[in-house]
């Protein structure tokens, strides 16, 4: 590595790493390996800006690079002028619910929704002054009054559910910015955020009939990437991370509902029934194949979601909605801990702490006490070598191959548990979705699940 790195930039991939997460800024500083699959999402968001929809399942072990991978995906769609929303699962946040955890994710996304411009988050007002500012220059231009403007170019959104709600929020916006009513500008950004909690708040603040809740998520999500095109943006890719939420919940209703739901995004995002607007979710294997409690339970997802049965021994097919992130080989590891090297150097390699011989010294040391899942799952593999590294740092008396004899490195099960989301009954039967036939409960003996012997 010979490219001079920002001491802040330094100081966020190293902390990032050496707590085990994703460092939001730097990820071209050790990015390595899995082309095949950066390329197949670099085509998705092609197909994102021309108009089209994109949907991708990415699927791959505790600690094997999902949620980096997922980071990556977010800046290039960044840089080819889109806007992108991202939120993780939890037990307070997930897909379809009654209780407002639904609305609680969108909101999630929301907050964490960037732009090239603010790639950390809070891009909401801008995006809306943005459309705002071009309204009232069009008007000045034409001889017209803003107002015009803007519900002739919001005509479009009409068509989406809440169609109208958002003209009318966006345009008491416009009537806040023209009169430097910042109370009024406050609340449209807190409609367009999820925030008002009952229908009352809402209609007293902006005259608005409805609100964002749990039911609409969905809709919200569309109806919002539809006004990101019209604010001048190339399209929206929304990614949603820890899907294997999902799979612990304990009530089978209530995930055969988050399902159905999936099932509705997959089949709007494949039949073409959405423009400019992507999903990308990332989840373990189990919580893709399990005929029990994953998506492959139910039958609707599995018929779409299954991969291509000639796409064996060695054979990939990346067109498919499923990318299964392959591990990295003992060489990208290998690359990988040397741009890390150049991290901690500054991009100086004058200034390496260790020399090349070892970086192998302590691969084999890694093997010797894991096996090979130290670079299947190189998280825990990544932590050490910073652990190692920073002592090196701040004793520099120290001999680096005695100190390697010393390095303790751990399997990672960072969340690989079975731990169970409790969920209370939902009172409403699922209903079928775009034509698919209602779930039959795989495990109408949940309370068996947490069996231990």
Request: aromatic content about 6%.
């Amino acid at each position: 590595m010979n490219t001079a790195i920002k001491p802040k930039d330094r100081d966020v991939i190293l902390q990032a790493l050496a707590a085990g997460v994703v460092p939001r800024l730097g990820l071209r500083h050790i990015q390595v390996g899995r082309a095949p699959e950066v390329g197949a999402l670099v085509k998705d968001i092609d197909r994102i800006t021309g108009n089209g929809s994109a949907i991708r399942f990415i699927i791959g072990e505790y600690g094997a690079g999902k949620t980096f991978f997922l980071h990556l995906t977010r800046l290039i769609a960044m840089e080819k002028k889109c806007v992108t929303m991202h939120a993780d699962l939890a037990p307070d946040r997930r897909i379809h619910a009654t209780g407002g955890q639904a609305r609680g994710l969108y909101a999630e996304a929301i907050r964490n929704m960037a732009t090239r411009t603010k790639p950390d988050g809070g891009a909401l007002a801008s995006i809306v002054e943005r459309f705002i500012t071009d309204c009232i220059k069009e008007a000045g231009q034409r001889g017209i009054t803003a107002d015009a403007v803007t519900e002739q170019r919001l005509a479009s959104l009409q068509e989406q559910a809440s169609g109208y709600d958002y003209v009318a929020v966006l345009s008491a916006y416009r009537k806040g910015s023209e009169e430097d009513n910042e109370a009024l500008k406050a609340s449209a950004l807190r409609w367009l955020r999820g925030e008002f909690p009952t229908k009352t708040d809402a209609r007293n603040a902006l005259g608005v009939r409805n609100i964002i809740d749990d039911h609409e998520v969905y809709d919200a999500f569309k109806a919002l990437a539809a006004f990101i095109k019209l604010a001048g943006y190339a399209g929206t890719l929304i990614m949603f991370d820890e899907m294997v939420n999902l799979y612990k919940l304990q009530s089978s209703q209530a995930r055969n509902q988050n399902y159905e739901q999936i099932l509705r995004i997959v089949n709007d995002t494949l039949q073409g029934n959405v423009q400019n607007l992507g999903f990308v979710f990332g989840g373990t294997p189990e919580f893709l194949m399990d005929t029990r409690r994953g998506l492959y339970s139910y039958q609707a997802l599995q018929s779409r979601l299954a991969e291509n049965a000639f796409a064996k021994n060695g054979l990939v097919d990346l067109s498919g909605p499923v990318v299964r992130l392959p591990s990295l080989t003992p060489e990208d590891l290998l690359v990988l801990l040397s741009n890390i090297r150049g991290v901690f150097a500054h991009g100086d390699p004058a200034k390496n702490l260790v020399p090349d011989e070892a970086l192998p010294m302590y691969m084999d040391h890694c093997n010797k006490r894991i096996g090979d899942a130290y670079f299947r799952t190189p998280r825990n593999t990544i932590k050490a070598f910073i652990h190692f590294l920073n002592v090196l740092e701040q004793n520099p008396a120290t001999n680096w191959k005695e100190l390697l004899g010393h390095v303790d490195v751990a399997v990672d099960t960072d969340g690989a548990d079975d731990t169970e989301i409790a969920d209370a009954p939902e009172p409403v039967a699922a209903q079928p979705v775009n034509g698919a036939q209602p779930q039959p409960a795989q495990d109408g003996n949940d309370e068996l699940t947490s069996l231990r012997l």
